[in-house]
């Protein structure tokens, strides 16, 4: 008999492979040695299993490896249950973990135990709104330090593009950064100022001279300076102080900086439908341009949100129906390519300032934990299936950062997992979540699909023993 495995999971279904080589569910053996999955052997199933499954083995399968009896040994070996699916652990390029400097908004250890939490396995912490932001080496070190030894789920960064930092960004480019956000409008920190049109574009022609990506919040200054102002608890009043074409104008910027600089671009957040047109009409000119929007975009509509609710408040803001429905298309047509959580916490008293007034409140909505779940519920009513989702969370996520070893099962990808039962239900209770503050856009709803476990490297995540590293865009 041959080596144990570290980890033998068994399953009736297991989710392999990903965009490239083709997403399927089968049931298998997979076998797991230093934190790497080694083998995938799919397995004989009774007839009478609920889930067809294609028998054709196909990429990352092996193509010698016909359907068999278990076999595997490992030195720990998990069933999966019958109502369990095994997923690749997700990918969430975009959260805000604002430590150091803001610590008592989220922390590193806090932050990474609600993604272990939700099935989330790699985080990429945004430059802001951490005091110092990730704008020079320096802070990008003393944010490393402040991580180190407390982190559950593998974390990388993205560096920041503000005035008068453009000789800073190949030094950090060199330190691994992931790449760099930028705002064309006031970020809502002092300490993070917005580009201009101009600045954006000199600093993409630096990221371009090393093929790294400018991540913007395309929202446009002079749009919003001039629509109504936000003050007020009435939404309505809110969602008309950050009008559709602010968001089309802003995007119409990046898209010809991206032009012409030849630097690879990615729209923050998308919550506007209306860019989808221009975005599309871009990428078939070959820009080199990406797009993620966020669970809150997808599952809250403007309609239901009460006045004075700001826990829905975010920037861009939830918008109509109508809209969502058309988010909806551009994700299954595929131009927009991913969704993550935008988790941009603060404290209670800031997010939810006395009278509930929408001027005044954080801007931020806090859904680390909850984004599969989310997502899936809301998938599953229009008929979605979990293999599309899965592909917008993980390894949509984990190529758009180049860690094409994560969010997907395949041999020689990490053994990253989250163990999910997709037709279990819950009622969120903000209280119980493990994130920093306990206010929550989605208190009280009813979602489908609950996270029972989650692995990395292999390891479950306990939530005791901070298992993840820090990770660098070139390791
Ligand atoms: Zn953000």
Excluded at 39 to 59: F, K, M, N
Excluded at 145 to 168: C, E, K, M, Y
Excluded at 216 to 238: K, L, M, Q, R
Aim: with cysteine; glycine share 10%; net charge negative.
């Amino acid at each position: 008999m041959s080596e144990p495995f570290d980890l033998v999971i068994r399953g009736s279904r297991i989710l392999v492979g990903d965009g490239s080589t083709g997403a399927r569910v089968i049931a298998a053996e997979l076998g797991v040695r230093d934190g790497v999955i080694a083998t995938i052997v799919p397995i004989e199933t009774a007839p009478t299993d609920s889930a067809p499954i294609d028998p054709a083995p196909i990429d990352p399968v092996p193509p010698d490896s016909a359907p068999r009896r278990a076999g595997l040994h490992g030195l720990r070996m998990i069933e999966l249950a019958s109502d369990e699916i095994l997923l690749p652990g997700l990918v969430d390029t975009h959260v805000h973990v604002n430590e150091p400097g803001r610590t008592e908004w989220e922390g590193f250890a806090s932050a990474t135990r609600a993604a272990a939490a939700g099935g989330v396995t790699t985080i990429i912490d945004m430059p802001l709104n951490s005091i110092p932001p990730t704008t020079s080496v320096e802070s990008l070190q003393l944010k490393r330090s402040v991580a180190s030894g407390h982190v559950f789920v593998d974390v990388g960064f993205w560096g920041g593009a503000i005035p008068g930092n453009g000789g800073d960004l190949l030094a950090l480019h060199h330190e691994g950064v992931f790449g760099f956000k930028c705002f064309l409008l006031a970020s809502g920190v002092d300490e993070f100022p917005p580009l201009d049109a101009a600045e954006m574009r000199a600093d993409m022609a630096t990221l371009a001279t090393v093929d790294a990506r400018m991540i913007v919040h395309a929202e446009d200054a002079g749009i919003i300076a001039h629509a109504p102002t936000p003050t007020g608890s009435h939404y309505s009043n809110f969602l008309d102080s950050r009008p559709p074409l602010a968001e089309v104008t802003a995007i119409q910027a990046v898209i010809a900086a991206a032009r012409a600089t030849g630097a690879r671009a990615h729209i923050l957040h998308l919550s506007s439908a209306d860019a989808l047109p221009e975005i599309a009409a871009a990428r078939r000119d070959g820009v080199a341009l990406t797009v993620e929007t966020c669970p809150h975009y997808l599952t809250l509509t403007a309609e239901h949100i009460p006045d004075g609710a700001t826990a829905y408040k975010c920037c861009p803001p939830i918008r109509g129906a109508e809209n969502q429905d058309r988010l909806w298309a551009g994700l299954v047509d595929g131009t927009i390519d991913c969704i993550v959580s935008d988790h941009s916490p603060s404290t209670v008293a800031l997010k939810q300032p006395h009278g509930g007034d929408f001027g005044e409140a954080w801007g931020g909505i806090s859904s680390l934990q909850l984004g599969l779940s989310l997502v899936w519920t809301e998938a599953r009513r229009r008929g979605i299936s979990l293999e599309q989702v899965v592909g917008w969370m993980a390894w949509r996520p984990a190529d758009l950062v180049g860690l094409t070893d994560k969010g997907r099962i395949a041999v020689g990808a990490a053994a990253d997992f989250a163990v999910f039962a997709p037709e279990q239900t819950f009622t969120v209770d903000a209280s119980t979540l493990k994130h920093k503050n306990a206010v929550c856009a989605y208190d009280g709803q009813a979602l489908h699909g609950v996270v029972r476990a989650t692995y990395l490297r292999g390891e479950r995540i306990d939530g005791e023993v901070p298992v993840g590293r820090l990770i660098r865009r070139d390791a």
